[in-house]
Structures are given as C-alpha cells and as structure tokens.
C-alpha cells in the first residue's frame, strides 16, 4: 500500500506532467493532453541537436539518487555500452540507460504511443517499481547505427514494443530534475521507483527481414491481452513505412500487404479484422487534417469507446468511399455535387461525428450525469443516421468556401463548432430533405445567427421564420426556468411545513404528556406518603413517634378500630453493617415494650446478621432479643431458597434464619394472648409455608438486582460496585419474595374481623423489599390478610466502627447517609408503585394511565404530479429529471440560450442537488419517502490498499506479534500486540455500519477534584466525557436484564426521546456530572414547538485509557471484545496515531466515540458514563475474503 507520504509526492508528479506537457484540456481541441506528441516534440525541439544536455540531466537525477542511497550501484547490474551484435533468431539481452533510447516517433516501428498511455504508464512506474525483468522493452536497431562493438550513441536505440515505457521514464526523470517543489525528502519516499528507470533489462530479436521483423512487432502486441489491442492507425502507419521502405504505392499493395501480414499467423487473435482492413486501407487516402482528427480521437479515448469506429460500422463505411445520388425525382447537378465524395466532405463528416461524442460527453460531465461509456456511449454519438449525416457534412462541406466568403474567420470558426456540435442539424437536414436545385449561401439562415450580413437575396419568409423560432426557444428557455424555480419554492416550502409540523407535534405531545406525567406524580407521591411513608430520624424513640402518627392517620382514613390494628415490626440488622449488633440492641430495648402493651397483636420479625462465625452472631442476637425484660417468647424460623435460584459458584449455604418475637403473656389457661401464635409462621418455624394446596418457591437475589442506596457515580467501574462482601451481605434477604412469603405465613391460620389492618414498620429500613411486598400482596393477595401501611425508618448509625465514623480513610456523617438512604428509599418506592400502576399490577387512587396524543391538525402534503422538470428527494434536495434536460437539448438550439439555461442548471444544483447528477428515474429511499436522510454510501475498503503486501492473518502475526480475535461470524477483528486493527471477511463480501462499535477500551473514570487536577496535567493523554447540547453524539447500552441491548451510535437527544416513547421518565434520570431538564419550548403565542432536553455539565469528568489487565499472550484470559480497544490506544507503536480530545485517528477510518450505560433497575434509572467505543467513522464494504488494517 502507498504510504500518504508516496501519494503526496506522485500527486506533484502527474499533475506537474500534464500542465507541462499539457494542452488547453478542453477535449474537443486537438491539444486537449497531447503528452505523446508534446513530449517528443518538446524534447526534439529542445535536445535534438544537443541530445548531451538532456543526458546530463538524467545523469545529475543520478548522482541525487547516489547520494540517497550510496550502496545501490553495487546492487546493479552494469549498462552495456556497445552497439550489440544481433543474430537472426537469437534474442539478445540488454541493460540500458533511459540516454540509450530514442525519442524520436519514427525510431518506433508502430510509430507514436497513445496520448493516455503514457500518462498512466507513468503513474504505474511511480507507484511501482518498473520491474524490466518480466517486461522488457524489446529493441529495434533503426539505419544507421555503428557496426556491432562500436561504442553505442545516446538516443539512438529504437522500439519494437515499449515506446510508451521509454517515454514515460523520460518524463518522470525530466520532471524530477526540473521540479523545484521536489526535495529531497520526497524523492526518498520514491526513491525505489526512481531507481528502477535506470539499468532495466531490454531484449532484441531480429528474423533477418525488416519486414517480417515489423510484422512480429505488430503480432506480438496483438497477441498480449494485458495490453491494448493497436489501433488501425498504428497498423496503417507501419504498413506504410514498409510499402515506402519497398518503393510501392500504397494503393497499389495494400490488399496484399494486408493478405500478407494476416497470413504470418495462424492465431487469429494477431490478425485484422475485416472493419479493421477497412479503416487501414482508406486512412492513408483521407487529407492530413482529417488523419489527424482520426489519430486525436483515437488517442486520446479508450478503444471500446470511439465513437466513430463502434459507430460507423463496416456497412456504412461507403460514406467515405463513394457518394448518395440524389432522389430519382430530382435531377440536379448541383445536388450530384453536393453529395458527390471527396476528402473535404469526409474531413467534415469525421470532424462532425468526433466532436459531437466530445461535446456530449464533456457536456454529461458537466452536468454531472452518470456515465459508463462501457455500455452507453451510444448515448454520446451523432443520433443522425449515416446517410443523414453525410448528406448534412457533404452539404456543409460544398458551400464551405461560400461560408469563408460572407464570414468573418471569427464567424466561421463559430459556425464550424456549430455545426459540429449538432446545432445547425435542424436547418441543414430540412435542405438536404428538400434538395432544393436553386440553394444558395444566402438561403441559409443560421448565418444571421453568427452574425453575418448577407446579401438581401435571403427571402423575409425565412427571416420572420428564423426570428420566429429564435423567440419560441426564448419563451421555453423562461417557462423552464420558471418551472423549476416555481417547483423548487414549493418543494422549500413545504418541507418547511413539514419540519414545523413535525417538530410542533414532537412538542405537543411532550406537553400532553408532561401534564399527565405530573398528575401521575402527584398521585403517587401523595400514596406513597399515605400508605408507604419515610422518613430519616435521630433516634428510635422518634421513629415509633413517626410511625404511631402515619398509623393512627392510616386507622383514622379507614376507620379500623384499635382491637382490630396489628403490628408488625420487621428487623433486618444486616442492612446496618458493622452496627448490626448496637443497632439491634437499641432496637430491642425500644419496640419490645410496644409488643408488651398490645400482645395480642403485635409481632416481632427479626433476620440474623450473618458473620464467618454464624453460630456466635445468631447467639448474640438471641440474648439480645431474648432477654427477661423484653417479655418476648422467641421462635428460629428457617427459611429455604429454591436451589434453582442459587448460583453454582456462590458459597452461601441455601437456607437462611430468622426470629419471631411474641408477647410471653398468657391467658388464665396458660395460653398466648398474642393471635400470632395461631399463625403457620409461628407454628412451623419454616417457609416456605403450603398455600392453597401449592407451595411457593422463594429464589435467591441474583446479585444484579442488589441495590446501594448510598451509591453516586462510580469513578472505577461505573456501574453499583457489589463486589464487596460487605455490600452483598446487606442483600442477602432482599427483593420482595422473603417478605411476601412471611406475610403468607403470618396471616394462614387467623381469623381476622372486619375492618381490620395491619401496619409494618421497617426498623432499619434500607431498600424497598417490604414495601413491594405489601403492594403486590394488597393487589392479589395469597391468603385473606388486612389491609395495611408501611412505615420506613432510617435511624441507626451504619458501618462505624469508631467514633469518628470512618470508612476508608473518609469521614462519614451518620445523619447525611441517613437522609440520603431515605431519599433514595422514598424514590424508589415510587417508582415502584408507578411501574406496578402501569402494569396494571396495583390501582392507585386519582392515578389515570397515560393516553396516546392524537394530532388532530391537517398534515401537510404535495403531489408528485406537480414536480414535471424536477424530483423532491430528500429534505434539502430536489434534482432536474433527466428527461427534462433532454427535452430542453432538444427545444434550444440556440447556443447562447442553450449557455444561458445550462449556467440556471449548474446554479441550481449548487443550491439543491450537491451531487450534481439529474434524476434518473429511480425510486425514493424509504428514508427519503419519509423525509429523513438517505443511508450514507458504504465505502470500499481495498486489500490493494490497506494490504498491499497480501499479508495473511498468519503473517500479520509474525509481523506484529499475538493477536486478539474477536469473532462476528461474517468477519473476524484483530488487534495485534503493536496496537493494529485488522478486519478479515469470511466468504462473502461484508459491509459494517458505523453506529455498533468494533470493541470497548479499558481504563479508568475520574470526576470533581480528581478530574480538574488531571486535566491540568499536559502529560496525561485522556478523553473529556462530557455534554454541552443534546445533539451531541454517543453510543449507550442499557442493563435492564442478562442481556444488554447496545444501542447505536446517535445524538443524545435521540437517546433521550427513545426513553420517553418506552414510557420510561427522563426527568427522574440521575445523569452522572451532569443536569438533566427536559421541557417543551413554545412560540411567542404559547404554542408548543418542540421538545428540547437541556443539558448542563456541571461536574468535569474524563476518561483515562489504561493498558488491559488481560494480557494479550495469556490464553486463558485474553482481553475480549470489552477492553481490546486499550490496545490500539496505549501501545507505544499506535499510540501517536490517536487524538484523545476530538477521538480522531491520523488514518480517518476509525475514531474513539464516548459511551453512556442506561441503569434501568431496581436502583434506579440513571445514565452514567462507560468504556468509550472504537468506531468506524463511516459505513465499510469489504470484499470476501480479504484482510485489510483499519488502523
């Protein structure tokens, strides 16, 4: 592959050629790249008579080269510096320099190369060293030459096949002496291919016979399918050196020549074919002008592209050989000479038919057309049939010297360019119709056009006509102009309203939501507060204050009386961490005596705190609850998991103990007094309990579903840090099933006397379990049980093991983490009835379901079938229809107005069509159906480029050391040790989009403090992760389940309105550094606009790529697709390649993108910062099987 350095350098070369030895560029002259011919006049006309200059300047290009590069004449083999001595039949080889071969056309036996070969000839060399070796230039030792052994002259070497060759390194050698631009830096990165233009092998091989010795030239080339098949010319031009060289008349040995030539062969391939004798026989005839037209044309266009050759075929060559008699009706002499053949007319007829193909062809190229003269130069060439055109050209030619008579030389040429071009057909085809035998020049009426004063011989009938006609083409040219200016404001305008509307509902429908989202909050927030209230407090005796008013609002709203009112107190101290055991007690000492006052119907529920010993922690906590003064009678109640739910690897044992706690109070008949001891939970000491005949499984909490009510954003893992035995500890009897189970339990076997309730009061109330419990049980309930409320508490200190409240080195306020644990818990608890409110799981009172907004406003429309000259696309392009340009070439004949409208053209599709190319007629794209953008164009990676060396995934490993493979099915990514990132198809052709990322990169998150002092560090390559608008772009991935949906790469905002259309509340996201405030913006008249998101980063975060822990060598734990990525950005061989700020590579075929994780979840629904992504910065296709480097 061409490194950027190689490709700037070949990119001052070539252009640095054509503008020297260029023409005007303009195809329609003859001087258009006239490099072949320009270049050897060039240098005949410049080193002719004084060849030692230009050698010296092929040697001083050489003495550069030896200085760059001091061991290369070593490596070389010498240049023979003697005439050779040829044998017959023995191929003699050669090593030459570029000042042994001559420049001179007629020291080549198939005369001049093509004008196109060379220049392409020349861009292979400079991409490629020339290798001589397998592609010889094969000699011709013109007349003249010393004998053998004599000393070799400069330039005086001829060419049997490889003038093109020759040519072309002489160029390369000129332009590099003679650019000043080029250092000495540039010729380094071509040094190779400079190099090679000097000591290349070279053949020759004579039969003995000058003739037979061309003939095989010729055959030779015919036969090599890897180059261009010769041109007529070529053939026409050696067989004429050869009758020449004979002292023969070519009309007189052509047919033998040829019949001579065609039988040295039994290959058909080296033969000519009957339209290619046709052509080699009259060419020589043709007068100079027109050989040169011929020979431009051919030159300068490929061969399956001429348009006369392809055109005229072998039927109609008669044009050029014999003349059209005139109708039999009409016997006019001066139509018999007017259609009588001769070379002026066949000048004419050529000329016409060449530059009508160049005209078209440069004039689709301006307007941008598709073209493929593979298949469609038919559509470039003289309609008019062959006879047709002959008439006109014949017609043209007759009273072209009438022409020069009443013109001026400005005026003719005009009008020849007219007439070549097509623009007279109308008039010159209607006079070859008619045949008129009184026509004269001054008949003609597009003389007037060029600006001639003819003779008032020209009747006013014709005048008045062509006025006429002047003034109808005027009129269509303004009705087309005003077509398509009239389309086009309608088309504005309606996409105009199109995106209003669209946006405007966009904000309608935020706003009807907005309005039923806040009622829905106002329902749930004044139910909870009702029925599931919260709070932080001080103490304990606080909290039995709180919860006695939230039950005795609760008894008042339902009028239950007092003996009809249960308790419940659920003690779970594991939530309290290292204070389990002070906590406990404090609670202990505090609730026992409300079990005392009402033992009938108060209960006790207590979960141990599991430590390494767990027989010393269960002890303590049965002393604790089983002390004298409590007056409780105390119960183990053993719970089982379902085996099913606990994970192979986890180590916990599948049963977990609790205590139910009774007043020990008793009746005269030694009875408990306390209703509870009727209950299953107190009689078997087990759950789960048989309901309904069925038993009811209680699973493990898998540790995806724990939650942290303390936690913010985590700088290292990003998402809850639950590693750590301690946070899972707290967990361990959460979700919502163990309490649900021990209400089924504590309910089975009492009778209960209406209206009774229940109130249960959450101690250490730390996450929702409880609460859900109690909703779902209210909405199905298992076994009959009283209505209820639930009272939360935050109240004991948490995970201090001293008096300064310390964990890891921060000081902690027990009061803080408090508040903070009851916000959450009061959140979460929300957003738990809401969810169950929308799954129909629960009613909520004055809570209504969200209705869909119904846009009753007229959408606004158009119809295609007002569009006639143009095409409505895509929003903001609307491109003229093909077919109406072709009616336009048809109605302007004029070519000021044909100029005038073709200016309108370009002007507009600067404006509305950045393409350029008229529509064709194909289909809309759904996305342009609908609006919406067009899919971008996949780009084509080639191996030829991004793999020039052909490097197998085996290679690339030797080359560049182990690799991580990262399997997609389709394709394979590698990213080797030194930071390179390969794609590999398998067997079909595979095309990736740029919205999935190739792999994740590893490292580490900082914020606040951390994150400005990183910032200031210069040293420190890092990616500041962050919003400043909504249409900022990034990738997310939602954690909602085992399975993480990774979403495409796409604006905040798109993100944002996908939550919203999943019902989800954007406005109770917790966005990580940043403030997040969705709201609908609205016009000066209050109506709503459009829903915006406003985004406010108040918190600096970056993100710090670091190596992988995975080691790349270590087999058993490779890093993988989730932080391979660190490789390309930290290995010392790539490492420079990335821009950390923008996320830009130097090669632009990928770039490091941020990436958001949306946490949708029993902690909560946040969105906070994760591994940034490698992406593609554009849609790839990649051939089957093939391995190119992205990077």
Known sequence: ????????????????????????????????????????????????????????????????????????????????????????????????????????????????????????????????????????????????????????????????????????????????????????????????????????????????????????????????????????????????????????????????????????????AKKLSELETSIVVIYPSLDLDTQQLIDYHWQVVLSFQKSIINHVNHCRLCCLFCFLAPKSSMKSDLWVQILKADNRKRYWFVRRKVQYFLFKLQDAKRLKKKINLATGAANYRDPKEADAAWGMSALFAHFHSEFQRVLTSMQLQQLETKFARGYLDVELFEKFRVMNPQLKVENFRFLADVGAKVASGVPDSQISESDADLDVQKAELAKAMAKVAKEVAGWSSYQEKKSDFARSAKGLAAEAQDEQKALQKQAVEKWQENRYPVRDLQEASHAITFAETCVRKFQDEQSIPDCNMFKVFWMNPSVLGYDSYSGMQAAVATYAPLVAEDPAKTVMIIAEYVEANVGEATQKISECVSQPENRLLVREVLMCFDQNSIPAQSKRPGFHKFFIALSDQCDKEGRLISEFSKSALWKRQMLPVTVKNSVTPIPMLAQKDMVDPRRGFSQAGVVADLASKPSRRKQWIAGFNIPGAFHDALWQGLTLQQPSGVSWVDVFAYDHSVAEALMRRAASPAVPAPQGIYVGVVWADTNSRDDKHTEKGAAIDSRKENAKISRWLQSSIRRKLQYLAQEKVISIPDWKPLVSFKDMREVPAVQEKDFVATFPGAADTIPVKATYLEEMDKKLNNPDLRDQWDRFVKDHNECYNKSGKPHQGEKRSADEAAGGPPQKKARLLSSESLNPESLTVEQVKEKEGPVVEIDQKTYKIFFTSKGSIWIQTTSCEVELDDTSPLALTFGKFKINEEAEAALKDDKVEMMDVGFGSDVDMCGARKLSDNKPEISPLKTLRAHLQLMEEKKMDVTSIEFACHKLKPRVEKDSAGDAQDRVFDVKKCDPCVFIPQPTPRKITNKKAQPDWDDVGSIALTSPDTKAGWNLKDGSHVEGLVSLKQRWVLMDNDQGLTFNPEKPGIYLTGPVKIEAKKLVRVA
């Open 1 to 268: 592959m061409l490194s950027k350095e190689q490709q700037m350098v070949i990119g001052k070369v070539i252009p640095w050629l054509i503008d020297f030895f260029g023409g005007s560029g303009d195809p329609e002259q003859t001087d258009a790249v006239e490099i072949c011919t320009g270049l050897s006049d060039f240098l005949i006309a410049n080193f002719g008579t004084d060849t030692q200059s230009l050698k010296n300047m092929f040697l001083a290009v050489q003495k550069r080269l030896h200085g760059m590069d001091v061991g290369w004449v070593f490596r070389v083999t010498g240049a023979d510096d003697r005439v050779p001595l040829v044998e017959q039949d023995v191929t003699q080889q050669l090593v030459l320099m570029p000042w042994h071969l001559s420049f001179r056309p007629e020291h080549s036996q198939k005369g001049k190369s093509k004008m196109l070969n060379i220049i392409r000839c020349a861009a292979d060399f400079l991409e490629k060293p020339y290798d001589s070796l397998t592609n010889p230039i094969q000699l011709w030792l013109p007349p003249g030459l010393p004998a053998a052994g004599e000393p070799l002259p400069d330039f005086a070497l001829g060419h049997s096949i490889g003038f093109t060759k020759s040519l072309a390194i002489k160029a390369i050698l000129f332009a590099v002496h003679k650019m000043k631009d080029l250092s000495d830096e540039d010729v380094k990165h071509i040094l190779p291919q400079l190099q090679a233009l000097y000591n290349f092998r070279c053949t020759c091989h004579t039969t003995g016979s000058s003739k037979f010795d061309r003939f095989r030239s010729l055959q030779d080339k015919f036969a090599e399918a890897a180059r261009p098949r010769p041109d007529p010319i070529q053939v026409s031009t050696l067989l004429m050196a050869q009758a020449k060289e004979e002292g023969l008349a070519w009309t007189e040995c052509a047919s033998f020549m040829i019949d001579e030539f065609n039988g040295g062969s039994t290959n058909d």
